[in-house]
C-alpha cells in the first residue's frame, strides 16, 4: 500500500480524496495537474543513448529490431458474463524514459502479385451510449516496371474524456495523423519509392503522432485519446503506439503481442509487484501512464519488424482485447475467409463476452508466398 500511495503521490486520507485525481469515464488528469513521479529517490534523467527504459526489452539481433513487451497472460472468455453497470475511470501516471534502438530494416523489392488485404468494424459495444473509437485503413497496390511494394496505413484510437470529448479526440487524432501521413510517405512514394530511404517512414509516422497529441491538445482541452498506427511497406511493419490499445502478429499458430499497454498494471507487473493472477482483478487497471492529448511532450513507442508471407496483423481497442483472450483473437485472424469475416466475429465475441465498452478492430492479411511455378 505504500508504494501505491508513493506512486500516485498520496499523503493520508485527504489526499485520496482530492478530487483532481478523479475525473470522467476512460479519461486523464488534466495537463495543468503536476503530477509526483513514480519513484522520488530515483536518478535524474540520463541521455537516452544511455539508458533504457524499464520496460524494454535486451537488444534484438541487427536484422529484427523490435521493443519487445512483457509477456500478456490469455484472458479467457468469461461464462455466463454479468457486465458492471458503468466501465471504470481511467487516470495516468508517470513513466520512466525511453530509448529506441537504430533502425535499419530494409523493405524487400519484388513483385507482389497478390495484394495486402484487410477488413475494419468497430461498434457501440453493449453498455456504452456512444462510440468513442475511431479508425482508418487504406492501401495501395500496383504491379509497374519499376516493381513498388505495397503500402497500407491503419489506425485504431480509444478516445476518452466523457461524453464528445473523447469521441472528438479519437477523431481528430486519426484524421491528422492520416493526412500527414499521406503528405509525408505515400504522395513521395507514388512520386519515386526509394527503399534506401525507408526509416524516414517511422520518422514520419512518430512525426504525424506528435502532431496528432498536438491537434488534440488544442482543440480538445481535457480530452486525449489511446493511438495504434500501423504503416506497411512490402514485407515490413512500421509501428508507432500510445495507451493501451494493442497491435498483434499472428504467425501460423502463434499470435504475439507487438505494442506494451502503457498501463499501471502492466508497470507492475514488469515491476514484479503484481503477480498475473492479482493484475487480472486489478481495481485500477484502467489507469494509464500514456494517452495522446494530456501533455505537451509525447513519447512514443515505436518499432520495425519484419513480415513473414501470409502473416496477419490485428490492431484493436481494449473492448476487444478486454473480451476476448489473445490465443481466440489469433484463431479467428487466422482461420477466418477474409480479413473483415475475421473482423466482424471478433466483435461479435467481444459483445458475447461483456460488451462493457466500445470495440474496433482492423485486422490486416499479408500477401501469401509466390508459387514456384
Known sequence: MRFIRRLFGWQGEQAEGDPRLQRASHVTPGRDQPIRPIDSEAEPDAPAEEHADESSPPPAPANEIDAQPAPQPPKPLPENPKPPSQPAPRRTVPEPPITEPSLNLQPKRNVQQQPLTYGIASHVGRLRSNNEDACFGMQWHSITVDERPDFGFFVVADG?????????????????????????????????????????????????????????????????????????????AYVAHVGDSRAYLVQGDIIEQLTTDHTLVQRLLQMQELTPEQAANYPQKNVLYRAIGQNEELKVERMIRTLPPGAR?????????????????????????????????????????????????????????????
Not at 472528438?168 to 510517405?185: D, F
Open 160 to 236: 476518452m474524456g466523457g461524453h464528445l470529448d473523447g469521441e472528438r479526440a479519437a477523431g481528430i487524432a486519426v484524421q491528422t495523423l492520416a493526412a500527414e501521413m499521406l503528405e509525408r510517405v505515400y504522395t513521395p512514394m507514388l512520386r519515386n519509392f526509394d527503399a534506401n530511404s525507408s526509416p524516414t517512414i517511422l520518422d514520419a509516422l512518430v512525426s504525424a503522432a506528435e502532431s496528432a497529441n498536438r491537434a488534440v491538445v488544442q482543440q480538445v482541452p481535457g480530452g486525449g485519446t489511446t493511438l495504434s498506427a500501423v504503416a506497411i511497406v512490402g514485407n515490413l
Open 313 to 373: 496483423i490485428v490492431i484493436c481497442t481494449d473492448g476487444l482485447w478486454d473480451m476476448v483472450d489473445d490465443d481466440t483473437i489469433g484463431k479467428v485472424a487466422r482461420t477466418a475467409r477474409t480479413p473483415q469475416e475475421a473482423c466482424d466475429r471478433l466483435v461479435q465475441l467481444a459483445n458475447e463476452g461483456g460488451g462493457i465498452d466500445n470495440i474496433s478492430v482492423i485486422v490486416m492479411k499479408l500477401p501469401d508466398a509466390p508459387s514456384q511455378d
